[in-house]
């Protein structure tokens, strides 16, 4: 679990993170993050600092730092119109199961905090929200993450459309007829960067309306599609936001 820690530690730098010290959070962190144990007890755990984390988000609504338990990370959008917390814990097959939070401003009432369910959501780290701006409309984008260490890697990129009830994950908003070595018959709804467990590639904003990705490729002569065995290469991308879509430039 070292290994995410440490991703947390870094994606939290900068973003007004503020970990709670506390007997109770740290007992419940320390049970979701041992791997002497089986998934189920690391998942109870999970769940009840989930659960306590939603009770101090609504508890403090107009708060801009929260404690947080320490596998928990809070990002927002440039704007404040979109936050969304994320928690995680290890799987015995080298994956991580996610619970996520998603926050919305209501006026004078401050945030007003909603749990985000099975299938509603990436179930991801979500590490940055970003967005660019079209005909007076604001177009919001999250970036996720979705560590293993024995199996495939996945960086997202992925629209959040926020509603009077909740967000939506997912819009086809996408240029783009291929990515990753995956090519599409219609606009995709996110687009997945996928990468072998002891590879790292990066997915970050670059400026409003600009986003910077490191390619990725086959080595060793693996085959197309086996991303277990891609790594980067000294090439990065970029996705632009133009014309109210995100197309995707590859670098001379």
């Known amino acids: 679990m070292r290994h995410v820690a440490l991703i947390l530690i ?10 709670a010290q506390s007997p109770e959070f740290d007992s419940l962190v320390a049970v979701s993050r041992n791997r002497e144990l089986n998934d ?19 508890a403090n609504p107009s708060a801009k730092t929260v404690p947080l338990p320490e596998n928990a990370l809070r990002t927002e959008s440039p704007d404040g119109r979109i936050a969304v917390v994320t ?23 401050g945030m007003v905090w909603v749990p985000l369910t099975e299938g509603q959501w990436p179930e991801a780290i979500v590490y940055r929200i ?26 997202g990129i992925e629209p959040v459309i926020p509603t009077r ?11 783009v007829k291929k990515f990753n070595d995956e ?24 400026k409003p309306g600009v986003i910077v990705i490191d390619e990725v490729a086959p080595i060793r ?16 991308n970029r996705l632009i ?12």
Do not use: C
């Open 10 to 19: 870094a994606l939290a730098a900068g973003t007004g993170n503020s970990w």
């Open 130 to 155: 970003t967005s660019a701006r079209y005909r007076r409309k604001t177009y919001y984008v999250s970036l996720w993450f979705k560590p293993h260490l024995n199996g495939v890697q996945e960086k």
């Open 221 to 236: 002569d693996a085959p197309k599609g086996q991303y277990r065995y891609y790594g980067p290469t000294a090439v990065q």
């Open 241 to 252: 936001f133009r014309d109210g879509k995100w197309r995707f430039e590859t670098l001379p």
């Open 165 to 175: 009830s909740r967000l939506v994950f997912g819009a086809r908003v996408f240029a």
């Open 40 to 58: 189920a007890p690391r998942l109870v755990a999970l769940d009840s600092l989930a659960a306590r984390t939603l009770r101090i988000l609504r």
């Open 87 to 109: 928690l995680n814990a290890p799987l015995n097959d080298g994956s991580y199961a996610y619970r996520g939070i998603a926050g919305r401003p209501d006026g004078a009432k």
């Open 183 to 206: 090519t599409f018959k219609k606009a995709p709804e996110r687009l997945v960067l996928r990468y072998g467990p002891m590879a790292t590639a990066a997915v970050r904003p670059e």
